[in-house]
C-alpha cells in the first residue's frame, strides 16, 4: 500500500490556523473583555462557521470569530481565579504541594503552591496556584527551614496573600500579565516560619527533577554543574544575574535550557534505538512494521523528555510535531513542515489561548516558521546550518527587540560555536548521564562530568565575548505597530534572490530599530517619576542630557527597584548614559538602587548631601546651578553648614525652563519646607512639583504647598505601602491650591513634558490599557487605589 500526499483538513489548515491566531491576539490585547454572554455567543457562532462543510472558503472567518472567543473566555476565568479585592492582604492558613522546582536564594526561597481543593481551605483560595516567598527572619545568620523545602512536596503555610500586581514602566516585566498567562491567583509570602510543617514527602515528576538535579550537583564537584542541570533538567536555578548577563549577550538563552531542538534529538535516538531492535530482531516486523515502532519510540521519547523539562512551550511544541509526524507515517499520508506546525500550533491555541501573552509562544513558533518558509525540506543538515543562522537572526529579530528591548551583536557568531558544540557534544554527554543515573545511581558520573569539561572552555570564551561592550545593543522602546512593519522588511529581504528593491526592506526596520524617544527639544524638560513602588526615582532629561534623582529601594538577595525598574526604564526611553546621578539621602527607599544604576550605565557624576556616607564625586549644597541645552538646574537645601539629619537634609532640586518649572524636594518635612519658605518664597514657585516625602503627614505644610502654587503634583508611593502614602489630609491640601494629584500607584511611570506645547502628562497605566490592569481589577472589584484612603493611624517610615 503506497503513501498518498494529502493537504491537512482545511478546519485545521494553513488559513484557519492564522485565522484562529489572528482572532487570539486581537482579543488578548484588547483594554477590556466582552461580557461572557457575548463571548459564548461568539464562540458558538464561530464554531458553527469553522467546522461547517458549506461554504469552505469562509471557514477563516468562523476560526477568527471562534478564536477570539475562546480568548476572552480564557481570559476571563484566568481574572475569576485570581485572589478577590475584599481578601487583600489577609493572613491565611493553607495546605497544598510545591509545584516546579523552588528557587532558593542567599535570603528568601521562591516556590509555587497548588492549595489543596478540599473544603479546610480558605474558599477563594481551594485548588488556586500561588506564587509565594519564604524569608529567613530578620537577623538570622543561617538559612531557616525553607531550605528544607523540596518539589513534589505537600507543606501546610500561615501565609499573607495579595492579588498579583506589579510595577508599571517602561522597559519593565508586566508580572501582571505573567500571573494572568499562568493562572497565579495570588501573591505572598510565608507568615511565622516556625510554624510551617511538612506534611508529606515530594513525589511526581518535579520531584524526580529535584532528586536528579541534587545528584548532578553532587557529581560534579566545580562551578559548570549549574549548567549541566540547565542542559539536562530544565533547572536554571543555580544560574546567577552574571550567567544570564552573558548568555543574553551573546544571544544563547535559547540554548541553555531545554530548548525543541534537544527535544527532538532525544526523539532520534529513541528512533534510532527502536529501529535497531527491530533489525537485531526481524521477527518483531511480523506484529508492529519497523518504521511504526521506530516512530512510536520517538514519540515516547520526546514526551517522556518534555515531562523532564516540565513541559516548557519549545518542548510541547516538538512532541505535538513529532507525534503529527508518527500519526501521519501510520496513516501512511505525508505532511509537510508547514502543516506540522500549523497543527502544533492549532493544538496550543485550543489548550492554552493564553500562552499567546508569554514569549516562548513567539520564539519558538516564530523560529520554526521562518525556518520552514525559507529553507528546503530536502537541504541536508550541514548545508542549511549557515543559511539558517542567517534566516533566524533576520526573521527573530523583531520579536528580540519588542519582547525583551535588546539585540544581541554577537549571536550570530557566538551560535556559529555555541550550536553544534553544546547540542551535537554537551547535551548528548548530559543526557547519557540523566539516563544512566536512571538505570543505576552513580551511573551517569562520568558522563556529567565530562559533559561539564566540554562545556568549560566555550563558556570562558563566550565570557570574553559577552564582556565586549557593543555585544549587547539596547534599544528604546517602540509602537506596536513597529513590530509588524520590521516583519514585513524581514520578509522581504528573506525572498528568493533576483526579487528587485530589498534595500527598500529596510527602510521598514528604521521605526523598531530608531523609534522615536520623545526627547525633549532645546530649552524643554522631560520628567518621568519611575514606579518603583514605595520609593522614589526621577530621570530628568533635556535635548542632549540626562539627570536621575535618585535611585528606588533594594532589598538584599531581593527586589533592586534599580535592577528591576529604573535601568529598564532608563533603556527603554533611550537613555545610554546618565550625566548626573544626584542620591537625595541615603535612605534605603531612595539610594537602595543606586549601585545597580552604576553598574549598568555610565554616570558622569553623582551627588549626594554632606555627610550622608553615599559613595559621591561632589556634594549638593544650596546655590549651586548648572544650564544644560537652555534648562537651568539648581539646588535649594542643603546649605553649606546643615548637618545631615536624614530625610531633613534631602537634596532639593529646582528645574525652570521658559516653559515652565519642576521642584523635587526629596523626603524632607515641614520644618525644612517652612525654612525655604522663609528663605525664599517666590524662587519655590513651580508648574510640577514631586511631593515631598511620598505625601507623609509630616510633610507639604500649607505654606509650602501655596509658595510651590503647581498645576500638577507627582507622587511615588507603593500600593497599599505600611504607611498609608500618600495621606488623605495631604492630598486635599494639594487640590485644594489647584494641584491635580497624581500617583505612582495608580497610574504607574508619570511621564510629563514641559515644552512649547505646554506642560502634558502621560500616565503609563492608562497610556497602555490592557485587561490584566491590577488597578482596573480592584476599581471593577468596587475599591480603587485612592489617594484619599491613607490610613491615618499607619506608622511613619
Avoid at 467 to 473: F, M, N, Q, S, V
Amino acid at each position: 500500500m503506497g503513501r498518498t500526499d494529502a493537504p491537512v483538513p482545511a478546519p485545521a489548515g494553513l488559513a484557519c490556523v492564522a485565522a484562529l491566531l489572528l482572532g487570539m491576539v486581537g482579543m488578548l490585547w484588547q483594554p477590556t473583555l466582552p461580557a461572557v454572554a457575548m463571548l459564548w455567543l461568539g464562540l458558538a457562532a464561530g464554531a458553527a462557521g469553522w467546522c461547517a462543510a458549506w461554504r469552505w472558503r469562509w471557514r477563516w472567518a468562523g476560526a477568527l470569530l471562534a478564536g477570539a472567543a475562546w480568548a476572552g473566555l480564557h481570559a476571563t476565568w484566568s481574572l475569576g481565579v485570581q485572589l478577590p479585592v475584599a481578601w487583600e492582604g489577609r493572613e491565611v492558613e493553607v495546605s497544598g504541594r510545591v509545584m516546579g522546582l523552588p528557587e532558593p536564594g542567599a535570603r528568601r526561597t521562591r516556590f509555587l503552591l497548588r492549595v489543596d481543593a478540599d473544603a479546610h481551605q480558605p474558599a477563594p483560595l481551594r485548588g488556586r496556584l500561588l506564587r509565594l516567598s519564604w524569608y529567613d527572619d530578620f537577623g538570622a545568620t543561617a538559612p531557616g527551614a525553607r531550605m528544607q523545602m523540596g518539589a513534589g512536596e505537600r507543606w501546610h503555610l500561615r501565609i499573607r496573600v495579595r492579588a498579583p500586581r506589579g510595577l508599571a514602566n517602561p522597559g519593565g516585566v508586566d508580572t501582571e500579565r505573567y500571573a494572568a498567562a499562568q493562572r497565579i491567583s495570588a501573591m505572598g509570602y510565608v507568615r511565622d516560619p516556625g510554624t510551617a510543617r511538612r506534611l508529606s514527602p515530594g513525589r511526581g515528576i518535579d520531584a524526580w527533577r529535584s532528586r536528579m538535579s541534587a545528584r548532578i550537583a553532587a557529581a560534579v564537584p566545580d562551578r559548570m554543574a549549574r549548567f549541566v542541570q540547565a542542559l539536562a533538567l530544565g533547572d536554571t536555578q543555580g544560574l546567577d544575574d552574571h550567567d544570564w548577563q552573558v548568555l543574553r549577550a551573546a544571544g544563547l538563552t535559547h540554548l541553555i535550557a531545554i530548548s525543541g531542538f534537544h527535544v527532538g534529538m532525544v526523539a532520534g535516538a529513541c528512533a534510532l534505538v527502536a529501529a535497531g531492535a527491530w533489525w537485531v530482531f526481524p521477527a518483531l516486523a511480523r506484529r508492529v512494521p519497523r518504521p511504526q515502532a521506530a516512530g512510536a519510540a520517538a514519540l515516547a521519547g520526546a514526551l517522556a523528555y518534555a515531562a523532564v523539562a516540565g513541559f516548557a512551550l519549545p518542548t510541547v511544541r516538538t512532541v505535538l510535531m513529532i507525534g503529527v509526524v508518527v500519526l501521519a507515517r501510520v496513516a501512511r499520508r505525508h505532511v509537510r513542515v508547514v502543516d506540522l506546525l500549523a497543527l502544533a500550533m492549532w493544538a496550543v491555541l485550543l489548550c492554552d489561548p493564553l500562552s499567546l501573552l508569554a514569549a516562548g509562544f513567539w520564539l519558538s513558533f516564530g523560529g520554526v516558521a521562518w525556518l520552514a518558509w525559507c529553507l528546503p525540506a530536502s537541504m541536508h543538515w550541514a548545508k542549511a546550518f549557515l543559511p539558517a543562522q542567517g534566516v533566524a537572526t533576520i526573521g527573530l529579530l523583531p520579536f528580540t527587540v519588542v519582547l525583551f528591548g535588546q539585540a544581541s551583536l554577537a549571536g550570530p557568531l557566538a551560535n556559529l560555536l555555541a550550536i553544534p558544540w553544546w547540542s551535537l557534544v554537551v547535551v548528548p554527554l548530559a543526557l547519557l548521564g540523566t539516563a544512566l543515573e536512571v538505570l543505576h545511581a552513580g551511573a551517569g558520573g562520568w558522563a556529567w562530568r565530562l559533559a561539564a569539561t566540554c562545556f568549560e572552555p566555550s563558556w570562558g570564551w563566550f565570557e570574553r565575548v559577552a564582556a565586549h561592550p557593543r555585544a549587547l545593543w539596547w534599544l528604546p522602546e517602540s509602537p506596536a505597530w513597529t513590530l509588524w512593519l520590521a516583519l514585513i522588511g524581514g520578509f522581504w529581504l528573506l525572498l528568493p534572490r533576483g526579487v528587485p528593491g530589498k534595500w527598500l526592506a529596510v527602510l521598514l526596520w528604521l521605526p523598531l530599530l530608531w523609534p522615536d524617544s520623545e526627547r525633549p527639544g532645546a530649552g524643554e524638560v522631560e520628567l518621568v517619576v519611575i514606579d518603583v513602588g514605595q520609593g522614589l526615582s526621577a530621570l530628568v532629561r533635556t535635548a542632549n542630557h540626562a539627570l536621575l534623582f535618585d535611585a528606588g529601594p533594594a532589598v538584599e538577595e531581593g527586589f533592586d527597584a534599580g535592577e528591576r525598574a529604573v535601568v529598564p526604564a532608563l533603556r527603554a526611553l533611550g537613555v545610554p548614559r546618565l550625566h548626573a546621578l544626584v542620591v537625595s539621602h541615603a535612605d534605603n527607599d531612595h539610594a537602595g538602587g543606586v549601585d545597580a544604576v552604576r553598574d549598568s550605565l555610565p554616570v558622569n557624576v553623582v551627588l549626594a548631601p554632606p555627610g550622608s556616607g553615599v559613595d559621591a564625586s561632589a556634594a549638593c549644597l544650596a546655590g549651586a546651578s548648572w544650564t544644560w541645552d537652555g534648562v537651568h538646574f539648581r539646588f535649594l537645601h542643603p546649605g553649606l553648614h546643615f548637618p545631615y539629619l536624614g530625610n531633613e537634609s534631602s537634596c532639593v532640586l529646582k528645574v525652570e525652563t521658559a516653559h515652565g518649572s519642576a521642584l523635587l524636594p526629596g523626603d524632607i518635612g515641614a520644618i525644612v519646607e517652612r525654612s525655604l519658605v522663609h528663605r525664599d518664597a517666590a524662587g519655590l514657585r513651580a508648574d510640577v512639583v514631586v511631593l515631598p516625602h511620598h505625601g507623609s503627614a509630616g510633610s507639604s505644610d500649607p505654606a509650602f504647598i501655596a509658595a510651590t502654587s503647581p498645576r500638577l503634583a507627582l507622587n511615588a508611593s507603593g500600593a497599599g505601602n505600611r504607611f498609608g502614602h500618600p495621606r488623605a489630609g495631604v492630598v486635599a491640601r494639594w487640590r485644594t491650591q489647584g494641584a491635580e494629584v497624581v500617583d505612582t500607584q495608580t497610574g504607574g511611570a508619570l511621564r510629563v513634558w514641559l515644552g512649547k506645547g505646554g506642560l502634558q502628562l502621560r500616565e503609563r497605566r492608562h497610556a497602555r490599557p490592557r485587561w490584566w490592569d491590577a488597578v482596573r481589577r480592584r476599581q471593577a472589584g468596587g475599591l480603587s487605589y485612592r489617594l484619599e484612603e491613607g490610613r491615618p493611624d499607619a506608622p511613619e517610615d
